[in-house]
Each structure stands twice: as C-alpha cells, then as structure tokens.
C-alpha cells in the first residue's frame, strides 16, 4: 500500500505507483471515494479536473469545495495482488456493488 495526499499528488507525487490500480480517498476514517485506474494519481488530477479533456466531477468538486483542508485527504493505493484489492476484486462481481463492499469492509457497527 502506498498512502499519500491529496496535496502530494497536486504537487506532483514523485514515488513510483507502478501495479497499484485501486485507490481510495479518504478525510479520517471516513472513506470518500473509491476507484480503479491504471494511473490513479493522473485519475485524482482528472477528478479535480486538470486535465484538458475533464471538468472536476463530484469527488473533485468536493475535493475543491473543502479546501483547503481536503489538501490533508489521504490517498491510499493498492496493488492487485494486496489482499485488500483482491476482496473487493471478488466482490465487485458479486451481488454487492464495489462501492457498497467498501463500505461494509470498513463499517463499524453501531452496538
């Protein structure tokens, strides 16, 4: 797992993320958003939308409306092999969404 943050990436994240394709924003515990990407940094700049072809989406207008703490978000990177990305790998083809899986990963219950 690589973890960095949003900031990092916005400077130009110089560490290698050569094999990690899933990743995570996340302010805390909470987690904000997940994702696949063959290039997940360039994915995040897209989402803030600096990329000539991309307006920010909503992760990245959220990004942009919480600034400038969302600068401090963590950006988690796994690789395909981590057994993390391999449970939600196996469970995004399952009855639950990826996103819905992430969630039940990390939810706590209330009692």
């Known amino acids: 797992m690589i973890t960095t943050t949003v900031a990092d990436v916005v400077k130009g994240y110089s560490g290698t993320t050569q094999g990690h394709y899933l990743y995570l924003y996340r302010d805390g515990e909470a987690i904000l958003y997940v994702g696949k990407s ?3 940094l360039e994915r995040l700049l897209q989402h803030l939308g600096h990329d000539v072809r991309s307006l920010p989406d909503a992760i990245g207008l959220l990004i942009q409306d ?14 395909r092999g981590s057994r993390y990305f391999s449970t939600l790998l196996r469970a995004s083809f399952a009855p ?3 996103s819905q899986t992430v969630i039940s990963l990390h939810s706590h219950p209330l009692i």
């Open 38 to 40: 063959i290039r997940p």
């Open 66 to 79: 919480n600034l400038p703490n969302s600068l401090f978000w963590t950006v988690e990177l796994y690789t």
């Open 96 to 98: 639950l969404s990826f």
